[in-house]
Each structure stands twice: as C-alpha cells, then as structure tokens.
C-alpha cells in the first residue's frame, strides 16, 4: 500500500486547519527510508483547548470521527475514517519526548502535493520506542537503528 495519498489528505487537512502537529512513529520512520510498515498515523500536537476544537475539523475534513480510545488522561485523541481505512492518532505526550517544541525544532518538513507535513527526525522516533518499551516498539528498534547509522554514514562521505 502506497500511504502517499493519505498523507497528502492529512496534510492538507492539517493546513486548512492550521494544526501545528508532528508525524511520529513507524510512518515517519519509513519517510527516513526505514523498511517498515504501519497502518497508521501518529502525531505529536500541543494540547490546547484551541488545538483540540482544530483535531475536530481535522476529522471532519477527512470524513472521520474523533474517538478517545483510552482513559481520559491518557491525551490521545484518535480520528478514524473506517470506510477509507484512515486512523491518525493526536498524542499531546510521547514516551521519550521531553517537549513538543524540541521535536518541532528538530523535525524536517515534507511536501505531498501541496502541503507539508513535519516529519519527527529519526533519532526522536529512535528514543520514543525505547523509551515505550512495548514488544512492538523493540521488534522495530534494530532495523531503524540500522537505517540512522546508514543515513549519518552517507551525511559524513558527503562531507
């Protein structure tokens, strides 16, 4: 499955919204080159009254609903799209994530078709997964170690 289509459609909704929010997890990774697959999108938002009314029209706009799959505290808001197999989760804490504004800083930005979406740097979704600690966070760690150790390689032969 090509997710390009669907990350244009998020991207876009995330624009015509003006949600700041960063792509996280095994989507991102594989946007570095990592060789691994997901069926979702996760992102990193700053939880405000006003982001959470923007996480709405979000959903809305991409013919979704929002859910609160688990307990109140917990700060993930899911917006799910059944009939087109869509499911973006909005997380306002990320294990391994001291701030938003620290992974915002440090994430790059990607274009599909005509937004942009910013993309987690892979030592971020490195750190997240360890510091998850969940059997399918460590079944992926060795192979994007793997691709950030091949990526710095070929930063360092550029120079």
Do not use: W
């Not at 946007?31 to 997901?38: D, W």
């Amino acid at each position: 499955m090509n997710g390009a289509p669907l990350l244009e459609r998020i991207a876009d909704a995330l624009a015509e919204c003006r949600l700041e929010a960063v792509l996280i997890g095994n989507a991102a990774a594989a946007l570095h080159g990592a060789p691994v697959t997901t069926v979702d999108f996760d992102f990193m938002f700053r939880k405000t009254e006003g982001n959470l009314g923007k996480i709405r029209k979000v959903a809305t706009k991409l013919g979704g609903i929002v859910r609160r799959p688990y307990y109140p505290a917990s700060g993930l808001y899911r917006v799910v799209n059944d009939a087109a197999g869509l499911q973006v989760d909005f997380m306002s804490t990320v294990h391994g994530v001291r701030s938003f504004s620290g992974l915002k800083s440090r994430a790059r930005r990607v274009m599909f078709g005509r937004s942009d979406l910013l993309v987690a740097e892979l030592a971020d979704i490195i750190r997240s997964k360890k510091a998850a600690d969940r059997p399918h966070d460590r079944a992926v760690l060795e192979v994007l170690e793997k691709t950030l150790h091949e990526a710095q390689k070929g930063e360092a032969d550029k120079k």
